[in-house]
């Protein structure tokens, strides 16, 4: 069993930066592929950015150019940089961790989710 704590979330101005952050309890977080949904309200969740094995990276084409996913396995931790906020960003973010194979955008690919921590942009 893993579990998984985000942290990061809050107020912010639209233009502004967030950086949220994913706590895994795992020692073989190394061995998970890592990523980032996001859900808003009356909206499906959707996926943000993932991370493999090998640090190689996918993003939303939405948000891509302003979101940075980011993990330190010695650490087992994860990030997520959001940079030039706008009010659609506005959203519960959720890290979840895979183990087994199947697309790395795929909600039903990952096992384990966190709770969740809350995005607000303000204008």
């Known amino acids: 069993q893993v579990q998984l704590v985000e942290s990061g979330g809050g107020l912010v101005q639209a233009g502004g930066s967030v950086r949220l952050s994913c706590a895994a309890s795992?020692?073989?977080?190394?061995?998970?592929?890592m990523g980032w949904f996001r859900q808003a309200p009356g909206k499906d969740r959707e996926f943000v950015a993932a991370?493999?094995?090998?640090?190689?990276?996918y993003y939303a084409n939405s948000v891509k150019g302003r979101f940075t996913i980011s993990r330190d396995n010695a650490k087992n931790r994860m990030w997520l940089q959001i940079d030039s906020l706008k009010l659609e960003d506005t959203a519960v973010y959720f890290c979840?961790?895979?183990?087994?194979?199947?697309?790395?955008?795929?909600?039903?690919?990952?096992?384990?989710w966190g709770q969740g921590t809350q995005v607000t942009v303000s204008s």
């Open positions: 979840a961790a895979a183990i087994a194979l199947g697309s790395i955008k795929l909600a039903d690919t990952y096992d384990y």
């Open positions: 795992s020692r073989t977080f190394s061995t998970y592929r």
């Open positions: 991370i493999d094995w090998s640090d190689s990276t």
